[in-house]
Nanobody
Framework: QVQFVESGGGLVQPGGSLRLSCSVSGSTLVYYAIGWFRQSPPGKEREGVS?????????YYADSVKGRFTISRDDARNTVYLQMNSLKPEDTAVYYC??????????????????WGQGTQVTVSS
């Protein structure tokens, strides 16, 4: 079983920054891929934002966030971070982290993920 703790969402002005965290625990974790997805409005399909492989650190970014968002990991804490800079109103969404256990590569397809966090709200507004 895998447990998530997501944190870091909130309200920020356009141009501001936030850092999201996704801490993962579970006895079966050796290596995995962590992805960040966002959904806005509720009911719309979740959009892939970024992903990282804990095997080799390779990463992926959606075109809409390249150059503004940075994904990183702290292996000692089993935590993945999403640093979000130069935030725009269109970044407003519920952000979810998800895990693909046993993957050595970046995973972009939403259907491949095994477990999902509860989501954290990010609102970019003046």
């Amino acid at each position: 079983q895998v447990q998530f703790v997501e944190s870091g969402g909130g309200l920020v002005q356009p141009g501001g920054s936030l850092r999201l965290s996704c801490s993962v625990s579970g006895s079966t974790l050796v290596y995995y891929a962590i992805g960040w997805f966002r959904q806005s409005p509720p009911g719309k399909e979740r959009e892939g934002v970024s992903c990282i492989s804990t095997w080799d650190g390779s990463s992926y970014y959606a075109d809409s966030v390249k150059g503004r968002f940075t994904i990183s990991r702290d292996d000692a804490r089993n935590t993945v971070y999403l640093q979000m800079n130069s935030l725009k109103p269109e970044d407003t969404a519920v952000y979810y982290c998800a895990i693909k256990v046993g993957s050595k590569v970046v995973i972009t397809e939403i259907w491949q993920y095994d477990y999902w966090g509860q989501g954290t709200q990010v609102t970019v507004s003046s």
